[in-house]
């Protein structure tokens, strides 16, 4: 049972490329989330999926897009990387029977 | 829309009692979380309260007082391992996403 995974743990790239985070759970949680976090910003929502087959905006959607591919993955792409998206970008789902969010190690991102 | 409040730093000496507040303002109410977070990892799940009242695990207490809009997170015998940021997080209902305070950093000192 490994939990929340993500993949890559670093990335860095130039402004105007592209890239997909991934984000698979093990849990068979239907809720999945992506966060991004910068210092003394706390954790921001990105998107959420409440259920398969469901998407929806959080905070700050702009720039990113998600897919829901199947109950264990949700990822997170950026389509044109800009300096402002450099951050640390956690996944996370939601057991249905708790309130309890797990997250996932996280992704370092930098754009140069 | 929610937000919630927390004092940005507090330090503390090895072996004392801490206590973290958070207050907030949501439309619903579905219940107050706290995650622990420590520097390079990810958050993990501390406690939730959902009803008024102190939930204790086993140095880690706390507390909510949903008429008030408040609650707390208590540390006793406090450890240097205890350093890192904790965040409140309060969820409206039980199909939204949590929302995260913009965390506490807890610095233990001896």
């Known amino acids: 049972n490994a939990g929340v995974t993500q993949t890559p743990k670093f990335q860095v790239l130039k402004t105007g490329q592209s890239m997909t985070l991934q984000c698979a759970q093990d849990?068979?949680?239907?809720?999945m989330y992506w966060y991004r976090q910068d210092p003394g910003m706390g954790l921001r929502l990105i998107y959420y999926?409440?259920?398969?087959?469901?998407?929806d905006k959080g905070e700050v959607p702009n720039g990113y897009n998600v897919s829901r591919l199947n109950k264990r993955e949700f990822s997170l792409r950026l389509e044109s990387a800009a300096p402002s998206q450099t951050s640390v970008y956690f996944c996370?789902?939601?057991?249905?029977?708790?309130?309890?969010?797990?997250f996932g190690p996280g992704t370092r991102l930098t754009v140069l | 829309g929610q937000s919630l409040e927390q004092p940005s730093e507090v330090t503390a000496v090895e072996g004392a009692i801490v206590q973290i507040n958070c207050t907030y303002q949501?439309?619903?109410?579905?219940?107050l979380s706290w995650y622990q977070q420590h520097d390079g990892g990810a958050p993990t799940f501390l406690s939730y309260?959902?009803?008024?009242g102190l939930e204790e695990t086993g140095r880690f207490s706390s507390f909510l007082s949903r008429s008030d809009s408040y609650g707390y997170l208590l540390l006793q015998e406090l450890q240097m391992k205890d350093s890192a940021s904790y965040f409140c997080?309060?969820?409206?209902?039980?199909?939204?996403?949590?929302?995260f305070g913009k965390g506490t950093r807890l610095s233990v000192i001896a």
């Open positions: 997080a309060v969820r409206d209902s039980g199909n939204t996403p949590l929302v």
């Open positions: 996370a789902s939601k057991s249905p029977s708790t309130d309890t969010q797990y």
């Open positions: 949501t439309s619903g109410f579905y219940g």
């Open positions: 999926s409440a259920s398969e087959g469901t998407t």
């Open positions: 849990m068979n949680h239907n809720s």
């Open positions: 309260n959902a009803l008024d």
